[in-house]
């Protein structure tokens, strides 16, 4: 099992960056397939980014060309580079672990873009 801890959100204009970091704790997080989502209000949650155990990346057609998924596996740690923040970008950020289908969550970090 993994537990999950968010942090780097906030408010940032249009055109903005920031960092979001995700702290893993428990056993094996270098076996874990991990990712990002967001959940805006009034709609779905949606993958932002995923990056597997084995390194391959996938990003929503939205984000491509401006953020950017990373780990660093040494550390236990996941991270989102957003950059070129837009209003739409607004939302609740959350770090995804995936083990064989199994998925645990942290409890989310706010990202607000103002126009």
């Known amino acids: 099992q993994v537990q999950l801890v968010e942090s780097g959100g906030g408010l940032v204009q249009s055109g903005g960056s920031l960092r979001l970091s995700c702290a893993a704790s428990?056993?094996?997080?270098?076996?874990?397939?991990m990712g990002w989502y967001r959940q805006a209000p009034g709609n779905q949650r949606e993958m932002v980014a995923t990056?597997?155990?084995?390194?391959?990346?996938n990003y929503a057609d939205s984000v491509k060309g401006r953020f950017t998924i990373y780990r660093d596996d040494s550390k236990d740690m996941l991270y989102l580079q957003m950059n070129s923040l837009k209003p739409e970008d607004t939302a609740v950020y959350y770090c995804?672990?995936?083990?064989?289908?199994?998925?645990?969550w942290g409890k989310g970090t706010l990202v607000t873009v103002s126009s």
């Open positions: 428990g056993r094996g997080f270098d076996f874990y397939n």
């Open positions: 995804n672990a995936n083990l064989g289908g199994v998925h645990y």
């Open positions: 990056k597997t155990l084995i390194g391959n990346t």
